[in-house]
């Protein structure tokens, strides 16, 4: 990741993060951003000569891995797909992934795959990834780090060794299964999906899960069970926010459970919607956001419109007596003439 190999370089030249970017870009707040999504192309532009080589070259594959797991624009709000860093000034309210495992093996450096929100453990060791310090639960933000600390290795807050074992959870296997499923997306794409095509896909039965979960709904959690996805009472995510910012656990619950409902054909999905006569408030508030996916859009289409609203209409929306909408119109007119000579 862009960002860890400036904070190494400055450890290991014995200044700060902070002093070190001075010295690059000066009078430039980069600390202040997210430097691995939101660096303008300008900035990037310093470090293209001999001194740095193949370093803009990275940051510049990041953004590109970025846009194609999301089509909203990089670098303005919440972005699909991407931890979000929650910056205030120069500290975060969200740390950065690590997988204690990988710091305590080789040289600690934070991965840019970890900045996906799909990431949720380590394909290598098996174990959780980890974005707070199990010491004191700060959140990981090593561009806070400064001499002594010779790398990314430690807590900025309390100096504790992140690389050590002693904290290792396992991760659920759904949520490595669906880890790897997202990656080839990424990396390979597959016949089925146009590139970017699945994140969209996948996003929108993310809102199905949580739908379930939030409103424990019959019709949902029947369609759900019949693709294999069974919802317990402990399944719960206690905030309303974004997957971009769920803590890893949360994330974790929710993409084991992702993991089955993926693995079927979308055809198999739509027909299920159909068949259990799903409203399309099921995909949340994601529908809001553009779609270039025909496979996305095939899940919308899937909804059934006309039985959410006769169920509106039925229980709090009666037609009026013809008594009553007279009485009020002439109450509206009256207060119309009112104010009208004020
Ligand atoms: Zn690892
Ligand atoms: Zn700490």
Same mark, same amino acid.
């Given at each position: 990741?862009?960002?860890?190999?400036?904070?190494?370089?400055?450890?290991?030249?014995?200044?700060?993060?902070?002093?070190?970017?001075?010295?690059?870009?000066?009078?430039?707040?980069?600390?202040?951003?997210?430097?691995?999504?939101?660096?303008?192309?300008?900035? &990037?532009?310093?470090?293209?000569?001999?001194?740095?080589?193949?370093?803009?070259?990275?940051?510049?594959?990041?953004?590109?891995?970025?846009?194609?797991?999301?089509?909203?624009?990089?670098?303005?709000?919440?972005?699909?797909?991407? &931890?979000?860093?929650?910056?205030?000034?120069?500290?975060?309210?969200?740390?950065?992934?690590?997988?204690?495992?990988?710091?305590?093996?080789?040289?600690?450096?934070?991965?840019?795959?970890?900045?996906?929100?799909?990431?949720?453990?380590?394909?290598?060791?098996?174990?959780?990834?980890l974005s707070r310090c199990m010491q004191c639960h700060t959140p990981i933000q090593p561009q806070l780090l400064k001499p002594p600390a010779i790398d990314c290795s430690v807590c900025h807050a309390c100096g504790e060794n992140l690389g050590s074992g002693l904290h290792n959870r396992v991760c659920l296997p759904g949520a490595l299964q669906l880890q790897s499923v997202a990656d080839h997306e990424m990396n390979f794409g597959s016949a089925a999906f146009a590139a970017g095509e699945w994140f969209e896909y996948a996003y929108l039965l993310l809102g199905v899960l949580r739908y379930a979960m939030r409103s424990q709904s019959g019709p949902t959690l029947r369609m759900l069970s019949s693709l294999g996805v069974e919802i317990e009472p402990h399944h719960q995510i206690c905030s309303g926010l974004p997957l971009e910012l769920l803590e890893v656990s949360e994330r974790m619950q929710l993409l084991a459970l992702l993991a089955p409902l993926v693995a079927h054909p979308p055809v198999v999905v739509v027909q299920a919607i159909t068949e259990y006569k799903l409203p399309i408030s099921v995909f949340g508030t994601h529908v809001s956001k553009t779609f270039i996916g025909t496979v996305a859009r095939s899940l919308i289409s899937a909804t059934t419109v006309r039985a959410h609203k006769q169920y509106t209409f039925s229980k709090s929306r009666l037609p009026a007596d013809r008594f009553v909408v007279e009485r009020e119109w002439l109450r509206l007119q009256r207060k119309i003439f009112a104010y009208g000579h004020l």
């Open positions: 990741m862009f960002s860890s190999w400036l904070v190494r370089n400055a450890l290991a030249h014995g200044c700060s993060p902070l002093a070190f970017s001075g010295v690059l870009w000066p009078g430039v707040r980069i600390w202040a951003t997210d430097v691995d999504c939101g660096m303008k192309p300008s900035l &990037l532009e310093r470090l293209t000569s001999d001194d740095f080589p193949n370093v803009a070259v990275t940051a510049r594959r990041f953004l590109t891995a970025l846009n194609c797991v999301s089509n909203a624009e990089i670098g303005h709000g919440n972005v699909r797909w991407i &931890l979000s860093l929650g910056s205030r000034n120069r500290r975060h309210r969200c740390g950065l992934q690590y997988c204690p495992s990988c710091f305590e093996e080789g040289i600690p450096y934070f991965r840019y795959r970890w900045r996906f929100a799909w990431h949720t453990g380590c394909l290598r060791h098996g174990n959780c990834l």
